[in-house]
């Protein structure tokens, strides 16, 4: 109930209901990347498939490079790097950067 539930709340955002079923897939195979990037390569396809045969085919088609990430995101060690310093910054600042660049471009789209 709770994953309709889920999926009905981000249905509206980008991404759909895709993004919250990919999280919820990597939280619940935590530990496990083979599973977790059959997971996002499965909802990827969908997702993508459902632009392509429903919306348009071109978006459809470019949402399939997600996919590419998924090497990338198999390198990932679980480690946090070496400098406390420098991560403590890094957090800070996509903890600021992130909701702020979201409301400058809200910001942008109701003044344009």
Same mark, same amino acid.
């Given at each position: 109930?709770?994953?309709?539930?889920?999926?009905?709340?981000?249905?509206?955002?980008?991404?759909?209901?895709?993004?919250?079923?990919?999280?919820?897939?990597?939280?619940?195979?935590?530990?496990?990347?083979?599973?977790?990037?059959?997971?996002?390569?499965?909802?990827?396809?969908?997702?993508?498939?459902?632009?392509?045969?429903?919306?348009?085919?071109?978006?459809?088609? &470019?949402?399939?490079?997600?996919? @590419?990430?998924?090497?990338? +995101? *198999?390198?990932?060690?679980?480690? #946090?790097?070496?400098?406390?310093?420098?991560?403590?910054?890094?957090?800070?600042? &996509?903890?600021?950067?992130?909701? @702020?660049?979201?409301?400058? +471009? *809200?910001?942008?789209?109701?003044? #344009?």
């Amino acid at each position: 109930m709770l994953i309709v539930l889920n999926c009905l709340i981000s249905f509206p955002s980008d991404w759909s209901c895709i993004a919250a079923l990919c999280i919820m897939a990597f939280g619940t195979n935590r530990g496990k990347s083979k599973t977790q990037m059959c997971w996002m390569i499965f909802y990827t396809a969908l997702y993508a498939a459902v632009y392509f045969f429903a919306l348009d085919k071109t978006y459809g088609l &470019f949402q399939m490079a997600v996919v @590419l990430s998924v090497p990338v +995101i *198999g390198m990932y060690n679980g480690e #946090r790097g070496r400098n406390t310093r420098i991560n403590r910054y890094i957090k800070w600042f &996509f903890y600021i950067y992130y909701p @702020l660049h979201l409301v400058i +471009i *809200g910001w942008l789209q109701a003044v #344009r």
